[in-house]
């Protein structure tokens, strides 16, 4: 399976591709045996589902790193002009850094802190910034990521005062801050219930009503209306139009 997956990179970079991202690079592989994740001791009711385990068995497994080697040497064949490597790493600064191997992994280990954990004031934020320069090994290059669809808008996070002074510390950093669709960096989150005053004077005046379900808190598909968080609805006229993938 590693050799079909290879090829199917190769399909690509001879099409001009500059580089692939792993999804969820650290859970590539699992335990051979299939063995359940143990309980958490440390669980409380109302804790998200996920911390009921101790993800043991299903992320960071210790030949995760071979694969990534092997997907470096892949791109590594088409180097004019080189290509690049990049992979979601939610993983704790000393073990997301191990991603970038000795130059032989992964290019850019994408940083989620500032998302997931982060308290946005400056003592932390030094803090981390600090942790990760100090980890991580001499040829790799930090990145920092602000918001993804996985989690509700930055500005609606931080308040847009300090989104606003958080693009221009990402812009102004050595770093990588990949850049999505300038609406999702600057929009905050919104969403129609069911049976919203919108929703329901556009079905009493005649209009279709398309539904967008979301598998993140705040994904837009591009040109698929409204769908912030997980399910919005839009009344428009005319038949639902299919969303971009």
Same mark, same amino acid.
């Given at each position: 399976?590693?050799?079909?997956?290879? /090829?199917?990179?190769?399909?690509?970079?001879?099409?001009?591709?500059? %580089?692939? +991202?792993?999804?969820?690079?650290?859970?590539? &592989?699992?335990?051979? @045996?299939? +063995?359940?994740?143990?309980?958490?001791? $440390?669980?409380?009711?109302?804790?998200?589902?996920? +911390?009921?385990?101790? !993800?043991?068995?299903?992320?960071?497994?210790?030949?995760?790193?071979?694969?990534?080697? *092997?997907?470096?040497?892949?791109?590594? /064949?088409?180097?004019?002009?080189?290509?690049?490597? #990049? %992979? !979601?790493?939610?993983?704790?600064?000393?073990? *997301?850094?191990?991603?970038?191997?000795?130059?032989?992994?992964?290019?850019?280990?994408?940083?989620?802190?500032?998302?997931?954990?982060?308290?946005?004031?400056?003592?932390? *934020?030094? %803090?981390?910034? #600090?942790?990760? !320069? +100090?980890?991580?090994?001499?040829? #790799?290059?930090?990145?920092?990521? *602000?918001?993804?669809?996985?989690?509700?808008?930055?500005?609606?996070?931080?308040?847009?005062?300090?989104?606003?002074?958080?693009?221009?510390? @990402?812009? #102004?950093? $050595? &770093?990588?801050?990949?850049?999505?669709?300038?609406?999702?960096?600057? $929009?905050?989150?919104?969403?129609?219930?069911?049976?919203?005053?919108? &929703?329901?004077?556009?079905?009493?005046?005649?209009?279709?009503?398309?539904?967008?379900?979301?598998?993140?808190?705040?994904?837009?598909?591009?040109?698929?209306?409204?769908?912030?968080?997980? $399910?919005?609805?839009?009344?428009?006229?005319?038949?639902?139009?299919?969303?971009?993938?």
């Amino acid at each position: 399976m590693r050799d079909a997956m290879c /090829d199917v990179l190769r399909f690509w970079l001879r099409r001009g591709v500059d %580089g692939f +991202r792993v999804d969820v690079a650290h859970r590539v &592989v699992k335990d051979a @045996q299939l +063995r359940d994740n143990p309980a958490n001791p $440390s669980f409380v009711e109302g804790m998200p589902e996920d +911390r009921r385990v101790t !993800e043991r068995y299903s992320r960071n497994w210790h030949e995760v790193h071979d694969v990534h080697r *092997l997907l470096r040497h892949t791109i590594e /064949d088409f180097d004019d002009p080189p290509r690049l490597l #990049a %992979g !979601e790493v939610n993983l704790d600064p000393p073990e *997301l850094v191990a991603y970038y191997g000795g130059d032989d992994q992964l290019h850019l280990s994408l940083n989620f802190h500032t998302i997931v954990d982060l308290p946005w004031r400056a003592r932390e *934020l030094a %803090g981390l910034v #600090a942790e990760i !320069e +100090r980890l991580a090994p001499p040829h #790799a290059w930090p990145s920092w990521i *602000l918001s993804n669809h996985d989690k509700s808008r930055f500005p609606t996070r931080i308040g847009r005062p300090f989104a606003r002074q958080a693009n221009r510390l @990402q812009h #102004a950093s $050595s &770093v990588t801050g990949p850049a999505g669709s300038s609406r999702s960096r600057r $929009s905050l989150r919104w969403c129609f219930g069911w049976l919203s005053e919108v &929703v329901l004077d556009g079905l009493r005046n005649g209009h279709s009503v398309s539904v967008a379900v979301s598998g993140g808190p705040c994904r837009r598909p591009a040109g698929a209306g409204s769908a912030c968080p997980r $399910s919005a609805a839009r009344a428009r006229r005319g038949p639902p139009r299919a969303g971009t993938p």
